[in-house]
């Protein structure tokens, strides 16, 4: 798709060179694209350090030539405008993407970004917008249309802890850093999790507060924002089913991390109970004061100007109507079913709700409205002026144990659903002609914690005159061994066969140690890989790398790493980075949840099942990486996410006896160990 829209304009440039289009494919490098960008995102309190880049941000003129954008200019005039009558959040402000008016801003400039036809116009206006706006509506609007502009298709974006360390790093460590800076001493800050060993939450601090964990949920919502609309460029595929399965596996992944360290799962949020865990973030805005903190049992309350809790629990009711129905109803008063495999996908864009939503005005935006609603408890009449709470960013939302109670709350939701949806039949997940033999697991299965170093740089208050210094934290991380799967598969079909496979663990036993039933278990599976395959005549033996996962993503190169790489390309090399394009995925080094020392028990599942059926597109077998098709296209995978585990089970021996489905026990470990930093 983006592929297309390249050709499409070097076609054109070529065709009629005096409408000023560039021939953007030939003429900009990626070295030079990924230059520029690593730029504009560097140091965004102070100035941009680029000669280049400085020259455009302080002449270029954004309405100059019109015919550079595909709107003819639109959407610069309406910026513009807003701009020179003052409308603006001024400069050295926090910046919320769930404050209605900061969202227009950015949203503005998004709009400028991506309708721009060439690369020149496009960074022009990303070096004259980012002298000009709110430093955090500028990060955001870039981002967003580095993702899914195709003049960017190349670009990897910088880690956003080293972009806007403030979100992502605890204030003592902040401070150290201004410290480190004044007094021109380099430095090596260590991070800790929030709070004491009197919590019992701080133990699975190491999943909420992850610096990776909260890029990827941050930069999922970037991929899928609820405000897309199609105009802007394309469709999002799946996107409202998609919503759902991110926030599944982020929900089950903390259980199962949960369950790891002597805990319960975690237990849904009620509007009519108190909320039990408080949280104090430690995390300081770089503009605006600290993070607003919220006691143990507070009553939910009102929150003025953004909803009553009766509000939200009339839209819950309706939601949960429209499930018993089976339908829902749009804006003109027509049923839509979803009884189906498709169902999920209205729902998810009713919930969170999404621009996609069929009808807002009914169905309302349960997960936006209530992420809002427990973000403003430490202060929900306004009375005391305090900035945004960790919930009002994806980058910081999943370090309150709070979000996880919420999340639970819409899960069951969406659980209440695909319960109503008729099980799998035996037939239905029958592949003729392939039996999995044997499936096994080479290597032990063991995690272990590491120091994991990242750039304060960008933290401290700078200016031309004074020299940076090094200074940077390091904070522990959760990895794992290399671990294979190994599959022994038959195919019985006397001709080659496609096939999707698909891997899946959930914990054998809850806190008390009472086994889950395959039921309960399925709901709870953590997806660990689904790929392609082609199975000759006969027996077939696949081994699957750990590292190899669909489902999961390198760590983000640095900044330092990304400046390096692009100078060295401009010289004429590559850049290397083409596995780092997509940052969807979770971190590879959470692929596993941590265990304990005695071997945490898991369920491990695989299902073999019919390629040609589950393929969406062509040439599956060749990409192995679908999972990061991301926002572009169309979604390779047929069927719903999570199948064949996506349905209740009344009955376990459809599975016990399926031929394509293999179920055996494993245990994984943790030994204490964790490797310091040197």
């Not at 953007?24 to 102070?46: C, E, P, R, T, W």
């Not at 999404?354 to 009375?383: C, E, F, W």
Request: contains cysteine; negative net charge; glycine residues 6%.
């Amino acid at each position: 798709m983006k592929v297309l829209v390249v050709l499409a304009f070097v076609a054109i440039a070529a065709a009629w060179p005096n409408l000023g289009f560039q021939a953007d494919a030939a003429d900009v490098s990626d070295a030079q694209k990924q230059h520029d960008i690593n730029f504009l995102l560097h140091k965004i309190y102070g100035e941009i350090r680029d000669p280049n880049l400085k020259g455009k941000a302080d002449s270029f003129d954004p309405e100059a030539d019109l015919s550079h954008y595909s709107d003819n200019g639109e959407a610069v005039h309406k910026l513009i405008r807003d701009l020179k009558d003052h409308r603006l959040l001024e400069q050295n402000h926090w910046f919320s993407l769930f404050n209605p008016r900061q969202r227009h801003e950015a949203l503005m400039l998004f709009d400028v970004l991506i309708r721009c036809k060439d690369w020149d116009t496009f960074v022009s206006n990303a070096a004259y917008f980012r002298q000009r706006m709110n430093e955090g509506e500028f990060v955001y609007a870039l981002y967003v249309a580095v993702i899914h502009s195709p003049l960017a298709e190349h670009v990897v974006l910088p880690p956003l802890y080293e972009v806007t360390p403030h979100l992502f790093t605890n204030s003592e460590v902040i401070e150290a850093a201004y410290r480190a800076k004044q007094t021109q001493t380099p430095g090596k800050f260590q991070s800790s999790f929030t709070g004491t060993k009197k919590n019992p939450e701080q133990r699975v601090a190491y999943f909420g507060e992850d610096i990776g964990m909260n890029t990827h949920h941050v930069t999922w919502h970037m991929e899928f924002p609820f405000w897309w609309q199609d105009e802007y460029s394309h469709h999002l595929d799946r996107k409202g089913e998609n919503f759902f399965w991110v926030h599944h596996q982020l929900t089950v992944r903390f259980d199962a991390e949960r369950l790891s360290n002597y805990l319960d799962p975690v237990g849904e949020l009620h509007w009519g109970k108190p909320i039990v865990q408080g949280f104090a973030p430690h995390t300081t805005y770089k503009y605006g004061g600290q993070f607003p903190s919220r006691p143990d049992n507070v009553d939910f309350e009102d929150v003025d100007g953004v909803a009553r809790i009766r509000d939200l629990l009339i839209v819950e009711s309706r939601i949960r109507d429209a499930i018993a129905h089976g339908y829902i109803v749009d804006k003109q008063g027509n049923r839509i079913d979803i009884m189906n495999e498709r169902g999920i996908d209205i729902l998810g864009d009713i919930i969170e709700s999404s621009m996609y939503s069929p009808n807002v005005q009914y169905y309302g935006a349960l997960h936006n409205t209530a992420h809002i609603v427990l973000g403003r408890q430490a202060d929900p009449h306004g009375k005391y002026a305090l900035p945004p709470g960790v919930l009002e960013h994806f980058e910081t939302a999943t370090r309150d144990p709070s979000f996880f109670r919420l999340h639970k709350y819409m899960d069951n939701i969406f659980k209440e659903h695909k319960d109503s949806l008729p099980p799998y039949s035996k037939e239905e997940l029958t592949f003729t002609g392939v039996n999995v033999e044997n499936l096994s697991v080479d290597g032990e299965l063991e995690t272990f914690f590491e120091d994991y170093e990242y750039s304060l740089i960008n933290a401290v208050d700078d200016t031309e005159e004074i020299a940076d210094v090094e200074i940077s934290t390091y904070v522990p991380r959760l990895n794992h061994k290399d671990f294979a799967y190994n599959i022994e598969v038959t195919n019985n079909n006397g001709k080659e066969v496609l096939t999707t496979v698909r891997i899946f663990a959930w914990p054998h036993r809850d806190n008390n140690g009472i086994e889950y039933t395959f039921d309960e278990g399925r709901w709870n599976a953590i997806e660990l890989d689904k790929f392609w395959v082609k199975l000759s005549p006969g027996s077939n033996h696949i081994v699957r790398k750990s590292s190899e996962s669909a489902v999961t993503v390198p760590d983000v190169p640095s900044f330092d790493t990304l400046f390096k790489k692009a100078e060295a390309a401009l010289g004429g090399g590559d850049a290397g980075l083409t596995e780092f394009e997509s940052a969807t995925g979770i971190p590879n080094r959470f692929l596993l949840p941590k265990g304990n020392e005695q071997g945490l028990e898991f369920d491990l599942v695989v299902a073999v099942t019919d390629g040609e059926a589950d393929a969406a597109v062509e040439g599956l077998h060749d990409n192995t990486d679908f999972i990061h098709y991301g926002s572009h296209g169309k979604y390779p995978d047929n069927r719903p996410h999570g199948y064949p585990l996506d349905r209740k089970v009344p009955d376990d021996r459809v599975f016990e006896d399926l031929p394509n489905f293999k179920h055996i026990q494993v245990k994984v470990f943790n030994h204490g160990e964790h490797i310091h930093h040197h």
